[in-house]
């Protein structure tokens, strides 16, 4: 997701109307339009000025270059040998692991394009194992906390049963086993 669309995603979480923020910065609310759906360039100072009109902030975090989860499932979709799609998933387990909180979090905001079940339940699970703060205990489905329902490393796992979507032999084997993928 681009910075745009991610502007226009936090004005409307935010409950600011484009005519709302047009006025907070001068302009019309059909150049907000138009800048959030990509139909007009904007300066960079626009930018600056309808993030800071909505109480966000424009920041830089470096990932060192480490394929995100969005990565991950364009590198899935393209390749067919399970050997290296299976090689994918431990690499993003592997950059989760490498990185701080915010790195973290920039790598696991885009949110991937769908792909079979069991390799979105695949790249959710190692999303999901993966907490954002370190510190965090692993407890599935917490609000304020990305961890997954064991503490058991996921890599093995990854190795040994995936793609298998029937028997669920691993907890994030796939929606047929009642599981669902975390909403991005």
């Given at each position: ?22 006025l907070?910065?001068g302009?019309?609310?059909s150049?907000?339009?138009a800048?959030e759906?990509?139909?007009?360039d ?15 902030r424009?920041?830089?975090v470096?990932?060192?270059r480490r ?13 067919l040998?399970?050997a290296?799609?299976a ?5 993003l ?9 915010l ?13 079979a079940?069991?390799?979105d339940?695949?790249?959710a ?51 047929a ?8």
């Amino acid at each position: 997701m681009g910075l745009l669309e991610q502007l226009a995603r936090h004005r409307r979480v935010a409950g600011v109307s484009a005519p709302e923020l047009a006025l907070r910065v001068g302009t019309h609310a059909s150049n907000i339009y138009a800048i959030e759906s990509g139909r007009r360039d904007a300066r960079l100072s626009t930018v600056e000025a309808l993030v800071a009109a909505t109480d966000a902030r424009l920041l830089i975090v470096d990932t060192g270059r480490r394929a995100s989860a969005a990565d991950t499932a364009e590198t899935l979709r393209r390749d067919l040998d399970d050997a290296h799609r299976a090689q994918a998933l431990v690499q993003l387990s592997s950059n989760l692991k490498s990185v701080g909180p915010l790195a973290k979090a920039a790598l696991t905001t885009d949110p991937p394009l769908p792909l079979a079940p069991t390799w979105d339940a695949a790249i959710a699970g190692i999303v999901e194992h993966e907490p954002l703060d370190p510190d965090c205990p692993h407890r599935h489905g917490s609000a304020t906390c990305r961890g997954s329902p064991t503490g058991a490393g996921i890599r093995g796992q990854l190795v040994a049963s995936f793609p298998t979507p029937t028997g669920c032999p691993n907890p994030y084997a796939g929606e047929a086993c009642g599981l669902t993928r975390p909403s991005w």
